[in-house]
């Protein structure tokens, strides 16, 4: 009587374990997929883009303050 119960204890535990295993392999394939790789990407460029336009911004206002200052005329 005990090998039964101890056997399906071990029966349902690999039952349990392997229905995790492949709700974890799930997520990971839907995370790593091609549409989620390229949004997330997306999202990182359009933030980088927006960095990039910020620095030109102060760069050419740096630059106008320092031709004023030298007095040469703005570009």
Known sequence: MRRIFWGLVGVGLGVVVG?????????????????????????KIAGFRETVQRGLEEMDQAEAEIRAELGLPPQ
């Open 19 to 43: 229905a995790q295993v492949v709700r974890w392999a799930n997520r990971t394939k839907a995370k790593y997929s091609p549409p989620n790789l390229a949004r997330e990407a997306g999202g």
